[in-house]
């Protein structure tokens, strides 16, 4: 019933920027957390940055300074503006959304499709 869509992805030098979108859609009572994770080949997946439903972020020490997340709850939309990037932030980018059941009265958790991130050096 819900998906969520990646977008944004691609391929930049290092010191660019990037924006990733993540849209949620179908049967949404209320987006909860939000957040963007990554895993590079060999890796395991890790969290890049969070974003509560009051506002609160927090990001891994690697990016703070140079990544920001922000929501839009409006359009059921989270973003990852990514600055300064390095060749360290290549990887898959997945969203990741905590969304409210009706049914279970629990958040349920959703994954996009990942989108690839290549910074070159």
């Known amino acids: 019933q819900v998906q969520l869509v990646e977008s944004g992805g691609g391929l930049v030098q290092a010191g660019g920027s990037l924006r990733l979108s993540c849209a949620a859609s179908?049967?949404?009572?209320?987006?909860?957390?939000m957040g963007w994770f990554r895993q590079a080949p060999g890796k395991q997946r890790a969290l890049v940055a969070r974003i509560t439903s009051g506002g609160r972020t927090n990001y891994a020490d690697s990016v703070k300074g140079r990544f920001t997340i922000s929501r839009d709850n409006a359009k059921n939309t989270v973003y990852l503006q990514m600055n300064s990037l390095k060749p360290e932030d290549t990887a898959v980018y997945y969203c990741?959304?905590?969304?409210?059941?009706?049914?279970?009265?629990?958040?349920?958790?959703?994954w996009g499709q990942g989108t690839q991130v290549t910074v070159s050096s």
């Open positions: 990741n959304v905590a969304i409210w059941s009706i049914a279970t009265m629990t958040p349920d958790d959703y």
């Open positions: 179908g049967s949404i009572v209320r987006l909860v957390d």
